[in-house]
């Protein structure tokens, strides 16, 4: 998203339908901003209604470092070139369409919105002839003093507020979708001041150093909840064949689909945060600690998401009735030596 740059440019218009869309200038290529404000200005809280612990957790940051080259708030590698804000995901899409709200994060004025955008995702995703679309459904606030939040790829239909209304903070907005130009159901959530992106965590943007978080713009609780996690498990689970991954993140809490007369026993992990040269192993263990099948393999490159999974078929006399077991590790070189990031053991009981 962008900014208006200082001049009120929204065009508005109201669908046949009644729906509303706005197209506005306020989502257009943002200045960046290096020097740290002063966190007093501006007390966020946080811009979705659903905890880290539960179904959300921050997928990317915002991108520190200028030019080539990721760094997010902690010095590590949660974002992706020139990212401008948060993004705030949720863990599948059955969960996001039970309805996930975005909340405004400060007290303001609704600048802008755009509404009516479907939630198809990155391969729907039509520009439509104009670069500011790539956030899908979106809502602008003013909070004064040169201070605007932004809330993208929110659900097709769900906002709930128009230009020029005045928000509480917690003030319900929309909800979490999967509109514009998006692989995974998450909000993206952007701080400018005076049209420069801010990051949250640090109060300062683009250009800054990491790891200085004296500025943060959370205010306490919040601060407390989002706790940087640089790598993790989005979702495991186990399946009787070979898994599709976009079933699985359709609903990745599906209850175990594995029985004694299965054909095959498979684990699975989806993982977020992975750095290059991590080294990813799945291993599985039937009752008694019996080796079934292990896989492992070396990232080749930084990657916010991947996918993987071992499995075995079922022996010639069947599957032994008891606790089956999947082992997932993630170890990463720190300082010369191996460190595990993830170590996560799942069970099924099979009867």
Known sequence: MGTSRGRDC?????????????????????????????????????PIACRPEDDCSIQNYVDLKPGPGVRDFGCGVLTYDGHRGTDFQVRDLARTKAGVPVVAAAPGVVRSVRDGMPDTGKKGYDAGGETDRALGNAVAVDHGSGWTTFY??????????????????????GEVGLSGNTEFPHLHFEVRKQGAVVDPFTGAGPGSICGETSGSLWETAARAQLRYTPTGAVCTGWSASP????????????PPAVSLSSPAIVGWIEIFGLQKGDEIRVRLSGPEGSALAEAAGVVENDSARQFRYVGRKRPADGWTKGMYRARYTVTR????????????????DMR
């Not at 065009?11 to 046949?16: D, G, L, Q, T």
């Not at 729906?19 to 960046?32: E, G, M, Q, Y």
């Not at 128009?162 to 003030?171: H, L, T, Y």
Request: overall charge positive.
């Open 10 to 46: 929204e065009r508005v218009r109201y669908a046949p339908t009644g729906r509303l869309i706005a197209f506005v200038c306020a989502f257009c290529a943002p200045s960046f901003a290096t020097a740290a404000v002063s966190a007093a200005e501006l007390h966020l809280g946080i």
């Open 152 to 173: 993208g790829h929110l659900r097709d239909g769900s906002l709930k507020v128009r230009p020029g209304d005045r928000v509480a903070k917690g003030q319900v907005l």
């Open 243 to 254: 898994p599709d991954r976009s079933a699985v993140l359709e609903d990745c809490e599906r």
């Open 333 to 348: 070189s720190v300082k010369g030596e191996r460190q595990a990031v993830i170590d996560l053991t799942r069970e099924v």
